[in-house]
Structures are given as structure tokens and as C-alpha cells.
T-cell receptor
Framework: GAVVSQHPSRVICKSGTSVKIECRSL??????MFWYRQFPKQSLMLMAT?????????EQGVEKDKFLINHASLTLSTLTVTSAHPEDSSFYIC?????????????FGPGTRLTVL | AQSVTQLGSHVSVSEGALVLLRCNYS??????LFWYVQYPNQGLQLLLK??????LVKGINGFEAEFKKSETSFHLTKPSAHMSDAAEYFC??????????????FGAGTQVVVTP
């Protein structure tokens, strides 16, 4: 149980285009989903938190107009990287949790490797 | 604010030897602590978590961790390393403030290499 999927697993796009990444909880309802960014050989950096049916909250320094997050249902959240540039190339990972307690486990997706040419 | 520090960015162990990964936390309130493992080009998998019940927590794949309040530590151990344990390991603490509620703060990670 507690499986989270991401699609696509890998995407290459041209500079200036937009890319959408999907995160789905397959066997549970995710009240909260998180989006992380991970640079090579570094830790995960939280970008934003999204609760179903409400606007995402972004961490300091993350451009909300560039990284659009939509948590339309209890099983789906999307991250759209708008007008992507080479510096947006990274590994993007989502996670989901079924409840909002501090001790509740976050279940992670397999990640999406974005390369912007 | 809560934070975690992982000592040692790289650890090399021989197959069959003890694996010890160090994690120290900083928190003004009793923390909730997690250990995750990441294999190359994959997401994170939960190994175990401490949620203020038993201080010795057993996880998957033979790993366990002990919460020591006096030392503010949550070190991860496995008695006998296997080649499949080669991966990146992250310690994390769950946020307890209004702004950080339920968010994970990760350590820098420790890369484990297992040699035959």
C-alpha cells in the first residue's frame, strides 16, 4: 500500500516551453502533497505544500508564478514549470500523506528528471 | 525550529560489517524523526520513524534506530551490511511550528558504499 506515482519519469524540453509533472496517490487519498527539488548529490529542498482544494503554499524563494501547483483532487497534484530555462533542470520529487499530523508518514514518488536545453 | 545534522557525507563499509549512520537533531519540543533511503534516480523510501513511543525503532531491511534524548541523536544501524544497502540515506525531522507543521526538514544525506 501507500504507492505514489509520478509522470513522466524523464522529460527533456526546449528553453521557454512549459512542462507539467503529475503526482498521483494510487491507493490512498492524499490530503496533503509536497513538491521537492533535488540537485545532484544534494538533499531535498521543499518547494511547496498543497492541500486538496486550496492554494499551494510556497517556501521562501520559490517563484509561485514559475512553479504552478494544482491539487485538484485527493489523488492528483500537478506541478507545471512555466517558461522553463536550463537552470530549472533538476530532479523533482513529490510526496503525499493521507493525514496532516506531524508524525504521519510522507510517501514519495519515484521522481521526474527534467532537462531543459 | 527543528533541524537535523548528518555526520559524514560518505560511509564505506565491508559486506557483513556493521552499518552506522549518524543523525543529530535540534528541536525545542519532542521531535518526530524519520530515516529514508534513496536509490539512484528514485524517490525516497521510508526505513523507519520515531513518534515518541519506543525509543528503539525497528524498520525494514534489518535497520533500526535509537532515539536518545540526552544525546539529541537518532543514529541508524544495521548489524550486517548487504550489497543492496548501497544507497543514499536521509535523516529528517517533522516540523512542529505553525508554518512548518508536518513538513520534513532533511539532513544533507549520507552515501553508503558497500565493498565486497
Amino acid at each position: 500500500g501507500a504507492v505514489v506515482s509520478q509522470h513522466p519519469s524523464r522529460v527533456i524540453c526546449k528553453s521557454g516551453t512549459s512542462v507539467k509533472i503529475e503526482c498521483r496517490s494510487l491507493d490512498f487519498q492524499a490530503t496533503t502533497m509536497f513538491w521537492y527539488r533535488q540537485f545532484p548529490k544534494q538533499s531535498l529542498m521543499l518547494m511547496a505544500t498543497s492541500n486538496e482544494g486550496s492554494k499551494a503554499t510556497y517556501e521562501q524563494g520559490v517563484e509561485k508564478d514559475k512553479f504552478l501547483i494544482n491539487h485538484a483532487s485527493l489523488t492528483l497534484s500537478t506541478l507545471t514549470v512555466t517558461s522553463a530555462h536550463p537552470e530549472d533542470s533538476s530532479f523533482y520529487i513529490c510526496s503525499a500523506k493521507s493525514r496532516r499530523g506531524v508524525s504521519d508518514t510522507q510517501y514519495f514518488g519515484p521522481g521526474t528528471r527534467l532537462t531543459v536545453l | 525550529a527543528q533541524s537535523v545534522t548528518q555526520l559524514g557525507s560518505h560511509v564505506s563499509v565491508s559486506e557483513g560489517a556493521l552499518v552506522l549512520l549518524r543523525c543529530n537533531y535540534s528541536s525545542s519540543v519532542p521531535p518526530y524523526l524519520f530515516w529514508y533511503v534513496q536509490y539512484p534516480n528514485q524517490g525516497l523510501q521510508l526505513l523507519l520513524k520515531y513518534t515518541s513511543a519506543a525509543t528503539l525503532v525497528k524498520g525494514i531491511n534489518g535497520f533500526e534506530a535509537e532515539f536518545k534524548k540526552s544525546e539529541t541523536s537518532f543514529h541508524l544501524t544495521k548489524p550486517s551490511a548487504h550489497m543492496s544497502d548501497a544507497a543514499e540515506y536521509f535523516c529528517a525531522v517533522s516540523g512542529m511550528t505553525t508554518d512548518s507543521w508536518g513538513k520534513l526538514q532533511f539532513g544533507a544525506g549520507t552515501q553508503v558504499v558497500v565493498t565486497p
